[in-house]
C-alpha cells in the first residue's frame, strides 16, 4: 500500500508562483513512478509531471513545460510540483499519484493517489 498526502495549494495571482508537496509513506512506494495529475471543472482530469524516484525520468505536459518542474526529495520521501508563471487556466485540484512508470503516468493510468489540493489561479 501507498499512502499520498498533498500540500501547498491556494490563491496566487497571474504571473505568481506555487509549490505543491506529497507525503508519500507505505512499504512499496519507491518502487513506483510519482506524478501529479490535475483536474479543472468540468473538465477531464489530465496528466502534468512525471518523475523516477531517481529522478533521471521525467515528463511534463506541454502545457506546463518550461513552467512547472517536478522533483524528488528521497530523504525526506517527498514529491514536489514548483508552479511558476501560472495562469488562470492552470486553476484545478492538483493530486499526486503512484504508478509503475512514468510512462503509465503519461497515459492517465494511477495505482494510487491523494486526496488532492486546490489551486486557483486568478486573473
Known amino acids: 500500500q501507498v499512502q499520498l498526502v498533498e500540500s501547498g495549494g491556494g490563491l496566487v495571482q497571474t504571473g505568481g508562483s506555487l509549490r505543491l508537496s506529497c507525503a508519500a509513506s507505505?512499504?512499496?512506494?519507491?518502487?513506483?513512478?510519482m506524478g501529479w495529475f490535475r483536474q479543472a471543472p468540468g473538465k477531464e482530469r489530465e496528466f502534468v509531471a512525471g518523475?523516477?524516484?531517481?529522478?533521471?525520468?521525467?515528463s511534463y505536459a506541454d502545457s506546463v513545460k518550461g513552467r512547472f518542474t517536478i522533483s524528488t526529495d528521497n530523504a525526506k520521501n517527498m514529491l514536489y510540483l514548483q508552479m511558476n508563471s501560472l495562469k488562470p487556466e492552470d486553476t484545478a485540484v492538483y493530486c499526486c499519484?503512484?504508478?509503475?512508470?512514468?510512462?503509465?503516468?503519461?497515459?492517465?493510468?494511477?495505482?494510487?493517489w491523494g486526496q488532492g489540493t486546490q489551486v486557483t489561479v486568478s486573473s
Open positions: 499519484a503512484a504508478a509503475g512508470s512514468v510512462g503509465a503516468l503519461v497515459r492517465g493510468r494511477r495505482d494510487y
Open positions: 507505505g512499504r512499496t512506494f519507491r518502487s513506483y513512478a
Open positions: 518523475i523516477t524516484w531517481s529522478g533521471l525520468i521525467t
